[in-house]
């Protein structure tokens, strides 16, 4: 088959997928009511540990870095609730048709459903751990910006490139079934090199290319500098774009190139 073809269908496929949203919503709250069966709190245990991290992370590491507590600590709320629902959509990413083998071996659903379903079902998640967030402001008194209004761009920007992200390595790890141990642990470093627990300005400034060209710092501030009263600078504006560039092109490539052997892989 031409490569224009296995394009098309991909680009079919997607078309369809979003077509079927309401598939993958209704896909991704019942995995969401499953996960938590049975429970009284259900997703909100998970957020209430969160919290106490974050207070515990935020009052220890403000002592560390000589940071006021009623700045750092909505820092640290924002950056740990954004990045947790980043690298949750990542790690979920690597089961997206693994998990979904059943349906995908005897129906015709288009595979963008499933990516769908994970990306909704991971937004939920965050949509209960973003109370932390106002509730922290609210304890420490920290003022509300009108740069809260670039935020809203930004989850849908963070979204988009979860989307293409899901598309390459679903695929790859359907395949590869031990890279998601190697997705893990790399998102293991990135969480210590990107600044989430740490304030940039605690490095020296050969030390803050680190942070300068770190893909993962630029996409997690679209929505974490703006919830902070701060505009995110030109550069990490187009470092974030120039990334949305390359998931976009791989998640394009790796899903026309290989969504027919999916099932084959499962």
């Known amino acids: 088959m031409r490569k224009n073809a296995y ?18 919503y209704l896909l ?28 515990a992370i935020g009052v220890v590491y403000s002592f560390l870095f000589h940071q006021t507590l009623k700045v750092f600590l909505p820092y640290v709320a924002c950056n740990y609730v954004i990045w ?22 005897q129906t015709s659903i288009p595979r963008t459903v499933f990516v769908l379903r994970t990306l909704v079902r ?22 509300v910006s009108w740069t809260i209004i670039l935020a809203l761009p930004g989850f849908l920007f963070i979204l988009a490139c979860s989307f293409f992200s899901c598309l390459s390595i679903g695929v790859i790890c359907t395949r590869f079934r ?9 998102l293991q470093v990135f969480m210590f090199v990107t600044p989430i627990m740490w ?10 290319v680190i942070v300068e060209y770190n893909p993962f710092a ?18 990490e504006y187009s470092l974030a774009s120039g990334t ?23």
């Open 7 to 24: 394009f098309h269908l991909a680009l079919k496929d997607i078309y369809l997928g979003f077509r079927q949203w309401g598939l993958a």
């Open 28 to 55: 991704g709250v019942g995995d969401t009511k499953q996960r938590y069966s049975r429970s009284k709190l259900g997703q909100f245990w998970i957020t209430l540990s969160m919290l106490i991290f974050i207070i």
């Open 84 to 105: 947790s629902w980043m690298s949750a959509s990542i790690i979920d990413s690597t089961t997206t048709f693994v998990q979904a083998q059943g349906y995908i071996k």
């Open 122 to 143: 991971n937004f939920i998640s965050m949509g209960h751990n973003f109370i932390i967030i106002p509730l922290v402001y609210l304890c420490t008194q920290h003022p």
């Open 178 to 186: 031990d890279i998601p141990q190697i997705v893990q642990a790399m």
């Open 199 to 208: 304030p940039v300005t605690s490095l020296n400034e050969s030390a803050r």
């Open 218 to 235: 630029a996409i997690l501030h679209m929505v974490t500098q703006p919830l902070q009263g701060i505009v995110p600078s030109l550069w």
């Open 244 to 266: 949305f560039l390359v998931l976009m092109v791989l998640g394009l490539y790796t899903f026309a190139r290989f969504r027919a052997r999916i099932v084959y892989w499962l």
